[in-house]
């Protein structure tokens, strides 16, 4: 089925006009505080902060949040520490690349998916980064993907965010956060296990549980 540029945007507006000031505050936070945890992450294990970044990126699909964070922060402590690669809550091919990149200098996630390096920019402070992942193609298309977006839809679904972002005045980063926000907390993200998403995983360090309690995006 063929992606209409003007439903697109008429459907990303429509959550985004439908946000409380909350979770319009929640969704601009959302990168900036994801960094501020990359950042207490690299500081940690002595590792670069954009590696970090990527290594939370990767170990991100299908991983709840508190889980990826902490999964990051192993990956970065095992390599710097030079022991194995540790085991993640997600699939082996994106361990595999989290691996691989904290070893790596300058920018590892280049040849990574566009989601991947949207993520990572995003992360690392591009405000006009989106991130095109399920979620935001379900609010966009008002549908589910086949399995992941496909390379051929995330150009024009990221500029249908791009368009409902200069119309609103947010930055475009911003735009697909609030809306991920609004779509999470209405259940259009209906098979994420809930009962994981304020869980810590086994062997979280104190000072990562504290920084991860005081964030606005658990």
Do not use: C
Request: charged share 20%; hydrophobic share 45%.
């Amino acid at each position: 089925m063929k992606l209409n540029h003007d439903d697109m945007v008429a459907n990303i507006l429509a959550y985004y006009d439908s946000a409380s000031e909350a979770q319009k505050a929640e969704g601009r936070n959302w990168y900036s505080v994801a960094g501020g945890i990359v950042a207490t992450i690299a500081k940690a294990t002595g590792t670069q902060e954009n590696r970090v970044a990527y290594a939370l990126a990767a170990l991100s699909p299908r991983n709840p949040w508190r889980w990826n964070v902490f999964d990051a922060y192993s990956y970065a402590a095992a390599r710097a520490e030079g022991r194995i690669m540790p085991k993640a809550t997600t699939f082996k091919r994106n361990q595999l690349n989290a691996w691989q990149a904290l070893a790596q200098d300058g920018q590892p996630w280049v040849s990574a998916a566009p989601k991947v390096r949207a993520f990572v920019a995003a992360i690392l402070g591009d405000e006009t980064a989106v991130v095109v992942d399920t979620w935001a193609y379900r609010v966009a298309t008002l549908r589910k993907p086949s399995n992941v977006v496909r390379p051929n839809e995330y150009g024009p679904i990221a500029h249908a965010y791009n368009i409902a972002a200069n119309l609103r005045g947010e930055a475009p980063a911003h735009m697909q956060a609030i809306v991920w926000v609004v779509a999470v907390t209405e259940g259009l993200a209906s098979h994420r296990t809930g009962r994981h998403d304020l869980a810590f995983k086994a062997g979280t360090p104190e000072w990562l549980k504290a920084a991860l309690a005081s964030d606005s995006i658990a």
